[in-house]
């Protein structure tokens, strides 16, 4: 879990952020402390030979319906892909939001992240009948 923002950490969200969305800008050090500061947010980090390789953002909120929790913004470098990072992250994000006492755990994927939606299923999570709103003002 990340609990202290670092100039290595930083340059790793610089280096993976590109991969996960072409148009999201990386977020800087005040940013990525904002992330981690917030109550809702747990940021696992993995690493590889020392190097963070992957990242994600597991939040969780009470509804009245109970606590949500919803795994974002998952990545792994594309040189430590397929080495089990991703299994690794998603695997302690199910037990953190299992332990908080969330009884579902939510994601979302593009289509086109086949291995990632390949593995999503291999944990356990199914495709839901749902559709996805999103709201973005007009400038």
């Known amino acids: 879990m990340l609990d202290k923002v670092t100039g290595e950490v930083v340059q790793a969200f610089a280096r ?52 949500r929790a919803w795994i974002e913004d998952v990545v792994v470098d594309k040189s430590a892909r397929g080495q089990g990072t991703g299994e690794a992250m998603m695997r302690e994000a199910i037990r953190l939001a299992q332990e908080a006492g969330a009884k579902t755990v939510d994601l979302t994927s593009r289509p086109a992240r086949e291995a990632a939606g390949r593995l999503y299923e291999r944990l356990g999570f199914a495709i839901r009948e749902s559709r996805v709103y999103r709201y973005q003002p007009q400038d």
């Not at 148009?23 to 800087?28: F, I, N, Q, V, Y």
């Not at 402390?33 to 939040?59: D, F, K, P, Q």
């Open 16 to 67: 993976l952020i590109p991969q996960l969305s072409r148009s999201a800008s990386p977020p800087g050090q005040a940013e990525i402390e904002a992330i981690v500061n917030s109550s809702a947010n747990t940021v696992l980090l993995a690493r590889s030979a020392g190097e963070i390789t992957g990242t994600m953002t597991l939040v969780m909120f009470p509804l009245p319906t109970g606590l």
